[in-house]
């Protein structure tokens, strides 16, 4: 497996998402101590709300105890290994760029649940009482972002259907 620009930029893109995300919950467990203050209104339509999610996406299976946490701990890094290997096998850098997201993402996610026991999480959009999505963190929007583009592509670039290579030529008669 040959690593081109486009892989080199997309380990790139996955580091600079762990470190983003990274960063803004170290502002969020100190500076801003969130933890102590709960919620912080920033806009009337978001606010920054201190949430521990010790399951994954939408608080599914939640670790109740340190052995969970670390068998989620292991799924996880495997999916992300995954993860890792499909990005280094792509071609195309809209394929890498949205697998490099999720792997960005999901690393962050991971230092969190191994670190702490549960994922960080803080940003709470919401429309009055109506909550379009839950108490997330820039790596669940960067793993969101890049799960939706890889189904796009999917969608909207099939590959064309090849002509059919084993039909016959027409017999030519010499008179």
């Not at 201190?50 to 969970?68: F, I, P, Q, R, Y």
């Not at 999901?106 to 959009?125: E, K, S, T």
């Given at each position: 497996?040959?690593?081109?620009?486009?892989?080199?930029?997309?380990?790139?893109?996955?580091?600079?998402?762990?470190?983003?995300?990274?960063?803004?919950?170290?502002?969020?467990?100190?500076?801003?101590?969130?933890?102590?203050?709960?919620?912080?209104?920033?806009?009337?339509?978001?606010?920054?709300?201190?949430?521990?999610?010790?399951?994954?996406?939408?608080?599914?299976?939640?670790?109740?105890?340190?052995?969970?946490?670390?068998?989620?701990?292991?799924?996880?890094?495997?999916?992300?290994?995954?993860?890792?290997?499909?990005?280094?096998?792509?071609?195309?850098?809209?394929?890498?760029?949205?697998?490099?997201?999720?792997?960005?993402?999901?690393?962050?996610?991971?230092?969190?649940?191994?670190?702490?026991?549960?994922?960080?999480?803080?940003?709470?959009?919401?429309?009055?009482?109506?909550?379009?999505?839950?108490?997330?963190?820039?790596?669940?929007?960067?793993?969101?972002?890049?799960?939706?583009?890889?189904?796009?592509?999917?969608?909207?670039?099939?590959?064309?259907?090849?002509?059919?290579?084993?039909a016959a030529p027409e017999s030519q008669t010499h008179a």
């Amino acid at each position: 497996m040959k690593l081109t620009r486009p892989h080199f930029l997309g380990l790139a893109c996955a580091a600079a998402v762990f470190a983003i995300d990274q960063l803004v919950k170290r502002l969020i467990i100190g500076p801003l101590a969130l933890r102590d203050v709960m919620v912080i209104e920033i806009i009337p339509i978001f606010r920054l709300t201190w949430a521990e999610n010790s399951g994954v996406s939408l608080g599914l299976l939640t670790a109740s105890s340190d052995t969970a946490r670390w068998i989620l701990v292991a799924v996880t890094a495997a999916i992300a290994i995954i993860v890792l290997v499909w990005m280094l096998r792509e071609r195309k850098w809209g394929d890498i760029l949205a697998l490099a997201l999720v792997l960005g993402g999901a690393l962050g996610n991971i230092l969190d649940r191994v670190r702490f026991g549960y994922v960080v999480d803080y940003a709470d959009l919401h429309f009055g009482t109506f909550r379009p999505f839950l108490i997330f963190n820039v790596a669940d929007g960067a793993i969101t972002i890049g799960v939706l583009l890889i189904l796009a592509r999917s969608f909207l670039s099939r590959e064309k259907p090849q002509a059919k290579a084993d039909a016959a030529p027409e017999s030519q008669t010499h008179a």
